[in-house]
Nanobody, 123 residues
């Protein structure tokens, strides 16, 4: 059974940093592109960033570019989202997802999803 388990969320202040982790099991992790998405109350789930199966290429939404960094450790079946200079508008539930090995910005390209971790940024 495939499981993606996010951790590392919490309540922080504007300008703070957080690092989210997503531990995968039940799949050949190194064969999947891994994406991070987020969903704020009353809004649709949106793309945050993605990393290819090899970790060689990443892509980010404009809203987080330069502040967020995705990395992965295929030996540990884990993908990370380093978030710096957090803003109140970053408040959302953050999800990791496994899908197309080359990565995608579209939710429809992802097969497996985690349950999400809440990130709240106070002003």
């Amino acid at each position: 059974q495939v499981q993606l388990v996010e951790s590392g969320g919490g309540l922080v202040q504007t300008g703070d940093s957080l690092r989210l982790s997503c531990l995968a099991s039940g799949l050949t992790f190194s064969s999947y592109g891994m994406g991070w998405f987020r969903q704020a109350p009353g809004k649709e789930r949106e793309f945050v960033g993605v990393i290819r199966w090899s970790g060689s290429i990443t892509s980010y939404a404009d809203s987080v570019k330069g502040r967020f960094t995705i990395s992965r450790d295929n030996a540990k079946n884990t993908v990370y989202l380093e978030m710096n200079s957090l803003k109140p508008e970053d408040t959302a539930v953050y999800y990791c997802a496994a899908g197309d090995m080359y990565g995608s910005t579209s939710t429809t390209s992802y097969v497996y999803w985690g349950q999400g971790t809440q990130v709240t940024v106070s002003s």
